[in-house]
């Protein structure tokens, strides 16, 4: 079991950044692929980026390519989303993800066994 809890959720304007946090506790974080996945009102719940256990690589969709960047620091147990240069659409509560120790990155949202709370993120125009 791994439990995951995210901060820095808040209000921004366009344009603006934020950086979230996924703090976990419990077995070795160290072994966990990790993503993050947003959900707006009315939406399914998508990927957003993910990063292999090992740091190595990531995985981002096409709509945060270029301004979204997820890292990890291991010795902290933490993931990190920098969200750069807002938009309005980017506007939904995100969620970290935890995958099974040892996996590869995947985009599907079953693939993932633990799941944060949520932390809300509102952009304005």
């Known amino acids: 079991q791994v439990q995951l809890v995210e901060s820095g959720g808040g209000l921004v304007q366009a344009g603006g950044s934020l950086r979230l946090s996924c703090a976990a506790a419990?077995?070795?974080?160290?072994?966990?692929?990790v993503a993050w996945f947003r959900q707006s009102p009315g939406k399914d719940r998508e990927f957003v980026a993910g990063?292999?256990?090992?740091?190595?690589?990531?995985l981002y969709a096409d709509s945060v390519k270029g301004r979204f960047i997820i890292s990890r620091d291991n010795a902290k147990s933490t993931v990190f989303l920098q969200m750069n240069l807002l938009k309005p659409e980017d506007t939904a509560v995100y969620y970290c993800?935890?995958?099974?120790?040892?996996?590869?990155?995947?985009?599907?949202?079953?693939?993932?066994?633990?799941w944060g709370q949520g932390t809300q993120v509102n952009v304005s125009s």
């Open positions: 993800a935890a995958d099974t120790p040892g996996s590869t990155i995947k985009s599907m949202l079953g693939a993932y066994d633990y």
């Open positions: 419990g077995r070795t974080f160290n072994w966990y692929t």
């Open positions: 990063i292999h256990w090992s740091g190595g690589s990531t």
